[in-house]
């Protein structure tokens, strides 16, 4: 390396040290204790020595109903979300991208802000909207649905209905699908105008293909952030997993472990789980992701 | 070109019915304020009006009665229910109750209670108290703009370090800062609170603090990727001139990226404000230490038998961040936007 | 490479260590002591409430210079996660309450047993009803000293009653309910189930035995049981516990499962018991205290429940709880202070203890709501008592229901404490959402899951 060379190496890595030490301390060590930890018997409430236990929780694991249970609880609300959270952002930055449209700056202001409204505040606000005098279900009576689901207490709705507060925030979806949008050339369009290509056969043919980035990015996010969900349910139903176990999720179940029953080797054996499935479905997303999205250029 | 008629009915449908999703996305907020403004009276009665009332009432013989109206030959009056009964009951005329009682045959739970129009601002004034609004606020804004400094401060050295300088293993490392994004947190909770506990910061600010003066994945990534459109032929004047990395920094770079690094500043700040779960955590016994969204909860359990206080809180949590977002709106959306086409 | 390894071994053992609750003791001046009093496993969280905590330590403060006490007041919703992972960090407090019978269960083995301590001090534990110091003996904890006792009784609308032509429930116990045919019924909760039926009312004013009444339109139920705690609910037929006796089998006593049925078909079948979705709305005041809305006319619960009562209207009253199979019995919840075993300061946690039950418990009991467990204090409470009130509320009830207190207490200490806590909550979330289940076959699976967390070492 000449000398240059070893001076901006130098500086490169002196910038980049902030962000390496607190990788080392906040992230890398303490993942590696945690991976410790799933071969030991740390659990305070029931006052053990210290102890090597081998592969005890990992047998635990497999044996444990509640485990898996719970993961069902995430995996059941992320068939119904995922789908949601990528297309209804999509499409409604389609609709705000549309010449039809009067007012689409106000419209874009409007639907992105929820967004910044903190969801403690919001899932409160949506309590009041669920119950079952609260106006989703006041607007469903009007429009004549006859008995209209108990959103927050059926333990067959909770799951839509935690959905539906979810969606409040996808605002910042619209304007990242919005951003890809104005990014397609125009020349595109024209030229499958001219082939006498109708709405759809555009939306199908030009637009998604070329959004599918912006998609697959969206679809990404979406499930490192599903996996991890609980902090809804933790404010509305105060951590129980009520109604009936159907808000249980597998990270509340974590918590749950931790918190609740203090068993620190167990919990951090369940975080792992959780790790190596992101890791696993986040692996597979991208390698499925090279039959369908399309880069227009490299970088 | 004038519009064709078909434009006209397409672009008014469209307009009509997006403007109609807005309506409906937005109408939570339109129920808290309401049911914020909701006396107790009216929340636990059934079929009240939509905006905030009282249920009249009149008081008779010191006694308080609920006003009904009372359907009495063909006419409907307002009449105060002195004495409940299933097939029938006793009203009293509020305008001549001298006249003694009236029976009406029926059952009075039929009867529509009769409403006035009665906002209780006072709601407000009382969740203020209740729930120490002011030093919610201020533990808020300060662990907002603190954490929001080191943020910036250290994501702008890092990104910079990214963007403008070759080292070895550069590009591991960087692939390692997004794949950061990816990890669940709970992966690394308990070790990280165990030391956190051991050297005495559980029930301070710092765990809260300290960990944002060492970058973050997402604001790394969008200020590096704006680095990268600024001309590299800048930072070479600057340095022929005998600036060094340092200066460059904070006279090209810095004022170039403008955009970025106040979207990364509201961003974060937002973020801060919204964090709910390691203030929790962190700060549970101490409530003079708290933000907002950890009273927030905790408020919501202790008064969740007045769901109009409940509404009035998430009101006034919510205040600063809409209003932050309607002045700074454009750098919002400009600041997302850079995220998502990137990448 | 090499050092990073052994940095990683250090930190990891470090954290182990921490994670275990090896903690360093606090510095402090060797003149003063500094205690930590931790508050709201039970009551003491509302603002009132803290502000009479706060002057309660300042007057302890000014009374002597050597103690200080910092109250740490965590909200009863957070507070057990709270403290265990304060305990478990090695970072616990001194003092803990006020703590009922499930809050010290659900840290079994973490209190300090005060028997020596009562003896050396030489405190007078006679002034307190016989057999309520029964009610702190947790596990290892020979002796705790009584505080607060709040006996369980039927609360009802008596406007209810007169607009459905009924007499009003008993007040003594032992009496027998009339009704208005003559008919004298043992008052029991089969007499309970027939009245509730009658004074549960749809919109049209149609109660529930009239036909063409109307289930999906419900304005007034006709009982609301205690419903927070599964084990409270059976223990309001008679006492009982999970546990065998051998630490190890799990058997829900019969009486339990006959609690629990009349509750569910109380709400799926009956009616007269609010389904979930009902109980979480706004018109029914959700949360545990649906009498407070005014809509229900009979409810079980604890004395404490005075303090949100007033909500309720002014006709309600206070009657006797009705028997089970020939017995009554009043679930009886007992709050007081504790001191954690990991406490450094346990004679100085102590004196302010004896403080807090003695000198200051006139103050903190009247903020609390709460029935004095000295037995010469108890007039003067119930006198303050009535004072809340518009009208006036037969408070002898209570007094009486004292007797009947439930032995064992049904909060007591079981393994798995936390985790039985979890799924019988579970299961009552889930009866309260679901109707159509099969009782026999969720009681069966209730117990293999309660057994399967209790097998676990």
């Known amino acids: ?299 | 070109m004038t519009p064709t008629p078909a434009r006209r009915i397409r672009t008014a449908l469209m307009t009509i019915v997006m403007f109609g999703i807005v309506v409906a996305f937005l109408s939570p907020l339109v129920q808290m304020m309401l049911s914020s403004l909701k006396s107790e009276r009216q929340v636990s009665q059934a079929h009240a009006p939509l905006l905030p009332s009282d249920p009249r009432t009149f008081t008779h013989e010191g006694r308080r009665y609920d006003v009904y109206r009372v359907p009495v030959d063909g006419a409907v009056r307002e009449l105060a229910l002195v004495k409940k009964g299933r097939a029938e009951s006793e009203f009293v005329d509020p305008a001549a109750p001298e006249k003694g009682t009236v029976t009406w045959q029926g059952s009075w739970r039929t009867l529509e209670p009769s409403w006035t129009l009665a906002p209780h601002w006072s709601n407000y004034a009382a969740v203020w108290k209740l729930i120490d609004f002011p030093r919610l606020l201020l533990n808020t804004i300060a662990l907002a703009v603190i954490s929001t400094i080191g943020t910036v401060l250290s994501c702008t050295l890092v990104a910079y370090g990214f963007a403008r300088f070759r080292f070895p293993g550069r590009g591991p490392l960087f692939t390692l800062l997004i794949a950061t994004i990816f990890l669940p947190t709970a992966v690394t909770l308990i070790p990280t609170y165990a030391i956190f506990a051991q050297i005495g910061w559980v029930g301070t600010w710092l765990p809260l603090l300290v960990p944002a003066f060492f970058g973050n994945a997402y604001s790394v990534f969008l200020l590096r990727q704006y680095f990268l459109t600024i001309p590299r032929e800048m930072d070479e004047a600057a340095s022929i001139d005998g600036a060094g990395p340092l200066r460059t920094l904070r006279s090209v770079i810095v004022p170039q990226a403008w955009p970025a690094i106040a979207a990364v500043t509201l961003f974060n700040f937002v973020y801060t404000w919204n964090d709910y779960f390691t203030p929790l955590i962190y700060l549970s016994g101490r409530p003079e230490l708290q933000p907002l969204q950890v009273g927030l909860a905790a408020f919501n359990g202790l008064y969740s038998t007045k769901p109009a206080y409940i509404q009035a809180g998430a009101m006034m949590t919510i205040t600063v961040p809409v209003i932050l977002f309607i002045c700074f709106q454009r750098t919002f959306v400009r600041g997302i936007m850079s995220t998502g086409v990137e990448k | ?457």
Request: overall charge neutral; some cysteine; glycine content about 8%.
């Open chain 1, 1 to 299: 390396m000449s000398r240059p060379a070893r001076r901006e190496a130098r500086y490169g890595f002196l910038f980049v040290l902030p962000w390496i030490i607190g990788f080392l301390a906040f992230t890398a060590l303490p993942m590696a204790a945690t991976f410790v930890f799933t071969f030991l018997n740390i659990s305070p409430a029931e006052q053990e020595p210290l102890m090597f236990v081998g592969l005890a929780n990992y047998r635990r694991l497999f044996a444990d109903q509640q485990a898996w249970a719970s993961l069902w609880v995430t995996a059941r609300f992320a068939l119904l979300w995922l789908p949601l959270v990528v297309a209804l952002p999509f499409l409604l930055a389609v609709a705000v991208n549309s010449r039809y449209l009067r007012g689409a700056g106000l419209v874009r202001v409007l639907l992105f802000m929820p967004y910044v409204v903190p969801f403690v505040a919001g899932a409160l606000i949506w309590q009041n909207m669920l119950v079952d005098d609260g106006w989703i279900n006041t607007a469903l009576h009007w429009l004549g649905v006859g008995g209209a689901p108990s959103w927050l207490s059926d333990p067959a709705w909770v799951i839509p209905g935690l959905a539906m507060i979810g969606l409040w925030g996808l605002g910042s979806g619209i304007i990242i699908n919005l951003a890809g949008l104005r990014g397609i050339p125009t020349e595109l369009y024209d030229a499958a105008r001219l082939d006498g290509a109708g709405w759809w056969r555009r939306l199908w043919h030009v637009t998604i293909p070329m959004m599918s980035p912006v998609i697959f990015y969206t679809l990404v996010l979406a499930v490192v952030e599903v996996m991890q969900y609980f902090l809804i349910p933790l404010v509305l139903f105060n951590g129980t997993g009520d109604p009936g176990g159907a808000t249980r999720f597998f990270n509340l179940y974590l918590y749950q472990t931790f918190f609740t029953y203090q068993e620190m080797s167990y919990g951090s054996t369940l975080a792992w789980l959780l790790f190596v499935i992101t890791l696993v479905v986040t692996l597979v997303l991208f390698r499925l992701s090279r039959r369908w999205v399309h880069y227009t250029s490299e970088r």
């Open chain 3, 1 to 457: 490479m090499n050092r990073l390894s052994n940095a990683l071994v250090a930190i990891a053992s470090a954290v182990a260590l921490a994670a275990c609750g090896s903690a360093s003791p606090p510095s402090g001046d060797a003149a003063t002591v500094e205690l930590r009093w931790y508050c709201c496993l039970g009551t003491g969280e509302q603002a009132e409430q803290v502000k009479v905590q706060q002057k309660v330590i300042e007057k302890f403060h000014a009374a002597q210079r050597r103690i200080r006490v910092k109250l740490e007041v965590v909200t009863y919703d957070s507070a057990r996660d709270t403290l265990a992972t304060q305990i478990a960090s090695g970072n616990g407090p001194d003092l803990a309450g006020p703590v009922g019978v499930g809050g010290a269960a659900a840290f079994h083995g973490r209190w300090l047993d005060l028997a020596p301590l009562i003896r050396s001090s030489g405190f007078d534990l006679s002034p307190y009803a016989k057999g309520s110091a029964d009610l702190y003996r947790i596990g290892s904890v020979q002796e705790g000293i009584p505080f607060a006792i709040y006996p369980s009784t039927l609360y009802y609308k008596a406007d209810m009653f007169e607009e459905a032509g009924l007499a009003e429930p008993p007040h003594k116990y032992g009496e027998k309910y009339t009704w208005p045919d003559g008919r004298q019924s043992e008052w029991n909760y089969d007499t309970l189930r027939e009245l509730a039926l009658r004074l549960t009312v749809d919109k049209n004013g149609k109660d529930a035995t009239q036909a063409g009444f109307d289930p999906g339109e419900i304005v007034q139920y006709g009982f609301e049981p205690a419903r927070d705690d599964l084990r409270y609910q059976g223990a309001a037929f008679a006492s009982g516990s999970l546990d065998t006796g051998d630490g190890k089998t799990v058997k829900i006593p019969d009486a339990w499962a006959d609690a629990w049925r009349f509750f569910y078909d109380g709400m799926w079948k009956d009616r007269f018991i609010m389904t979930g979705p009902v109980f979480e709305s706004e018109q029914f005041n959700g949360d545990g205290a649906s009498f407070f809305s005014g809509h229900v006319a009979m409810s079980v619960n604890f004395l404490w429940s005075t303090y949100g009562v007033a909500g309720a209207g002014d006709d309600w009253d206070l009657a006797a709880m009705p028997s089970y199979k020939g017995r009554t019995t009043s679930p009886t919840s007992a709050d007081t202070f504790r001191i954690l075993s990991g406490s450094k300061h346990p004679a100085e946690a102590f004196e302010f203890l004896a403080y807090l039950v003695g000198p200051a418990s006139q103050e903190l009991l009247s903020a609390y709501g709460a029935m004095p467990a000295r037995t010469a204090d108890q007039e003067a409470f119930f006198a303050k008592l009535a004072g809340q009130f518009t009208h006036k509320v037969d408070w002898q009830v209570a007094k009486d229901s004292v007797a009947f207190a439930d032995n064992p207490h049904s909060e007591s200490y079981t393994p798995k404490y936390n985790q039985t806590l979890t799924i019988l909550g579970t299961y009552r979330s889930r009866w309260m959402t679901k109707g159509g289940l099969d009782m026999n076959a969720q009681l069966k699976e209730m117990r293999e899951e309660i057994q399967a967390a209790w097998n676990r070492s």
